[in-house]
């Protein structure tokens, strides 16, 4: 291929700026494209996976047709709805589970309290709190199981 722009080149190269005003029909599956700013501006499909090196932002809604894996934290700043929630290790409300907290490893519920030491407990121990033991066994106040 010739072209004479500001000066003559042979092969498949384009020195200037190239504008394109149609669909381009190219074969990029052997070549390593790189683009600096890119603007889509219909639906386009990716056929392997979408790898983000930096953080990402999306305006609109956002829909996963399967399952999302999310292997660091995740904030929300807005309301979540869920239809269904599984906590699999320790759940908390407040800071810190200051309102309400629940683990797996004592199976313990903690109303008002961070680190229940019985099964439910509601405020820390001492004159205000309801307890209830592995046993069934209740305490209330300062009552001793």
Same mark, same amino acid.
Do not use: C, W
């Given at each position: 291929m010739?072209?004479?722009?500001?000066?003559?080149? +042979?092969?498949?190269?384009?020195?200037?700026?190239?504008?394109?005003?149609?669909?381009?029909?190219?074969? @990029?599956?052997?070549?390593?494209?790189?683009?600096?700013?890119?603007?889509?501006?219909?639906? @386009?499909?990716?056929?392997?996976?979408?790898?983000?090196?930096?953080?990402?932002?999306?305006?609109?809604?956002?829909? @996963? &047709?399967?399952?999302?894996?999310?292997?660091?934290? $995740? +904030?929300?700043?807005?309301?979540?709805? $869920?239809?269904?929630?599984?906590?699999?290790?320790? @759940?908390?409300?407040?800071?810190?589970?200051?309102?309400?907290?629940?683990?797996?490893?004592?199976? &313990?519920?903690?109303? =008002?309290?961070?680190?229940?030491?019985?099964?439910?407990?509601?405020?820390?121990?001492?004159?205000?709190?309801?307890?209830?033991? &592995?046993? =069934?066994?209740?305490?209330?106040?300062?009552?001793d199981?």
């Amino acid at each position: 291929m010739t072209i004479h722009i500001d000066h003559s080149q +042979d092969g498949n190269s384009l020195f200037e700026n190239v504008y394109i005003t149609g669909i381009l029909d190219y074969d @990029f599956s052997s070549d390593n494209l790189k683009v600096n700013d890119l603007e889509i501006n219909n639906n @386009f499909t990716i056929g392997k996976d979408l790898l983000v090196n930096k953080t990402s932002y999306f305006t609109g809604v956002g829909t @996963f &047709a399967s399952d999302v894996d999310i292997l660091g934290d $995740l +904030d929300v700043s807005g309301k979540l709805d $869920l239809d269904n929630l599984t906590v699999k290790k320790e @759940f908390n409300v407040g800071i810190g589970g200051t309102v309400l907290t629940a683990n797996t490893t004592d199976s &313990a519920v903690g109303i =008002g309290t961070t680190r229940p030491e019985y099964k439910l407990q509601i405020n820390t121990l001492g004159t205000e709190s309801v307890i209830v033991s &592995a046993g =069934g066994s209740v305490g209330i106040g300062s009552t001793d199981l």
